[in-house]
């Protein structure tokens, strides 16, 4: 709970610009994870490591479609 919010409290403390610098952590945040999600979303389609757990179609497209979308989000907050 805490592991995202203290950063962007600390900088909120020290800086003068501290919105700007928060909403900056917080669209950094989005490229940070976007390795591990796509870990993630690699390793749950495994039929072999998953068994009866693998993601099917349904939950594939649900599942890419949200990632995309909140990289594009990001991407989109960055610039």
Request: aromatic residues 12%; proline residues 3%; contains cysteine.
């Given at each position: 709970?805490?592991?995202?919010s203290?950063?962007a409290v600390?900088v909120?403390?020290l800086?003068?610009?501290s919105?700007g610098?928060?909403?900056?952590?917080?669209v950094?945040?989005?490229?940070v994870?976007i390795?591990?999600v796509i870990?993630?979303?690699?390793?749950?389609?495994?039929?072999?490591?998953?068994g009866?757990h693998?993601?099917n179609k349904?939950?594939?497209?649900?599942?890419w479609?949200?990632v995309?979308?909140?990289?594009?989000?990001?991407l989109l907050a960055?610039?």
């Open positions: 709970m805490w592991s995202k203290l950063p600390i909120a403390l800086f003068q610009n919105i610098q928060v909403l900056n952590l917080m950094a945040l989005v490229f994870l390795g591990p870990a993630m979303g690699v390793l749950a389609q495994n039929k072999k490591l998953m009866d693998a993601l349904f939950d594939k497209i649900a599942f479609g949200s995309f979308t909140v990289i594009l989000c990001g960055f610039i």
